[in-house]
């Protein structure tokens, strides 16, 4: 059974400092990894996609990957209110057809 | 604009009832997908289609069922066997390939 781990949280950062979200994965072989956003009564929203290892930045948000420990983060810099949400990490197989695996969520609330 | 169309938004269902979600999407995508999300849960999946007239169960199959006749459409029925439906049912989409998934809004199922 494929698992993606990560800490439900929640995760408080005040405004302005640097979220760091941590995502652990068990299937050696998985070639893509995804954050979603997700508010609260709504649908995930894709954030982030990273395919190799190092890191991947856009705007804010900085996805990091280290295939050998089998480890994605997410950095979210100047972290304001209206990024308070469940932060879910997910992974695929090592097939293009493979069905993502979610994370159970983290949830993080940033403190004004 | 292209995306995911789900509907109803909220649904109740009787004890013993069938009842049909669904699933829309003008996106021209391939491969569709349902996820079930429980509080603390994550997402389940529970059925998916990579090419019309063809689906795969998920982890959590049992009480569902699924038809993929149209590219476009992919509905779930929640069968008298699922003793448990009370969730929020998620249906997503992607293009072949190793994409992350594009989500509808949801329906919220509740049994009365």
């Known amino acids: 059974q494929k698992e993606v781990e990560q800490n439900s949280g929640p995760l408080s950062v005040p405004e302005g400092a640097i979220a760091s979200l941590n995502c652990t994965y068990s299937?050696?072989?998985?070639?893509?990894f995804f954050w979603y956003r997700q508010y609260s009564g709504k649908s995930p929203e894709l954030i982030m996609s990273?395919?190799?290892?190092g890191d991947k930045e856009d705007g804010r948000f900085t996805a990091q990957l280290n295939k050998a420990s089998q480890y994605v983060s997410l950095l979210i810099r100047d972290s304001q209110p209206s990024d308070s949400a469940t932060y879910l990490c997910a992974v695929t197989g090592d097939s293009g057809n493979t069905p993502l695996v979610f994370g159970k969520g983290t949830r993080l609330s940033v403190i004004a | 604009d292209g995306g995911i169309t789900q509907s109803p938004k909220y649904l109740f269902r009787k004890e013993g009832q069938n009842v049909t979600l669904s699933c829309e999407q003008n996106l021209n995508h391939d491969a569709m997908y349902w996820y079930r999300q429980d509080p603390g849960q994550g997402l389940r999946l529970i059925y998916y289609?990579?090419?019309?007239?063809?689906?795969q169960k998920g982890d959590i199959a049992e009480g569902y069922s699924v038809s993929r006749e149209k590219k476009e459409s992919f509905p779930l029925t929640v069968t008298s066997a699922q003793k448990n439906p009370t969730a929020f049912y998620l249906c997503?989409?992607?293009?072949?390939?190793?994409?992350?998934?594009?989500f509808g809004s949801g329906t919220r199922l509740t049994v009365v």
């Open positions: 997503a989409s992607t293009a072949q390939g190793f994409y992350g998934y594009t």
């Open positions: 990273i395919y190799s290892n």
């Open positions: 289609s990579q090419i019309v007239n063809d689906f």
């Open positions: 299937d050696r072989g998985s070639q893509s």
